[in-house]
């Protein structure tokens, strides 16, 4: 497999009501479409999201994205890749080498990243911090004017 892994701050850059992204952006995901991945734990991180602004009142809100949400599922519906025993092992060595820089990204950082590396696919973020002590392939395409 080759391609492009979303890290959920690429997917929520995209989302409805964020700023519009530049013709050239736009154009370079067009582009990359067909090679496009989206992992289980983007899906569990954007639900979560829209679960809270429920909770907090934002019915609207969560409303709008959820509807938003839901078409995006039906595009990558079988290009959602999940945390399976190859990214774990990838996962184990990601976060020691993180612990060893003195780095705690968290568990879903390692996770995406650990799904990208284990995929050959390189992780789409708009957080680089959190990635690049990991070492793996990453690029923001939101960088691109």
Sequence with gaps: MSGWLFDTSILSALSPGRPALSPNTV????????????SSILVAETERGIAKLRRLGSVRRAAELAAW???????????IISFDLAAA?????????AEAMGRHPGFAD????????????ILLTANRR?????GIDILNPLEIV
């Design 69 to 79: 949400f839901d078409r995006v599922l039906q595009v990558y519906g079988d290009r």
């Design 110 to 121: 390692i996770a995406i990243a650990a799904i990208a590396n284990s995929n050959e696919l």
């Design 130 to 134: 959190h990635f690049e002590p990991l």
């Design 27 to 38: 154009r370079w995901f067009e582009e990359r479409n067909d090679n496009s991945f989206l």
């Design 89 to 97: 092992h990838v996962a184990a060595e990601l976060s020691d080498i």
